[in-house]
Nanobody, 119 residues
């Protein structure tokens, strides 16, 4: 019952910043945990950041902690991933995902947005 659309990806130089947006449909968005994942060429998809527990907690993979910030604006049905100090290792397709209450898995996924960081 939740549809997600990512935007904000693009090409940026190392050290630069991007803000990704995840626009969600439906009023159920505010009840869902939101996470960002990424998939780099030739690599498995990995968890990047999440905002959970009714939006009260955030979590980050160690490689992005201190550089990335996940947030949400329930009035706009949108989640964000602010990415600072980007490096080429951050190059990947970034996906947002939503987990409904009392669900173990992130069952709703967007189509992804490409982030390319040049050196």
């Amino acid at each position: 019952q939740v549809q997600l659309v990512e935007s904000g990806g693009g090409l940026v130089q190392a050290g630069g910043s991007l803000r990704l947006s995840c626009a969600a449909s439906g009023r159920a968005f505010s009840n869902c945990d939101i996470a960002w994942f990424r998939r780099a060429p030739g690599k498995e998809r990995e968890f990047v950041a999440g905002i959970i527990g009714g939006g009260r907690y955030t979590n980050y993979v160690p490689s992005v902690k201190g550089r990335f910030t996940v947030s949400r604006d329930n009035t706009k049905n949108t989640a964000y991933l602010q990415m600072n100090s980007l490096n080429p290792e951050d190059t990947a397709v970034y996906y947002c995902a939503a987990r409904a209450p009392q669900k173990a898995m992130y069952e709703y996924w967007g189509q992804g947005t490409q982030v390319t960081v040049s050196s």
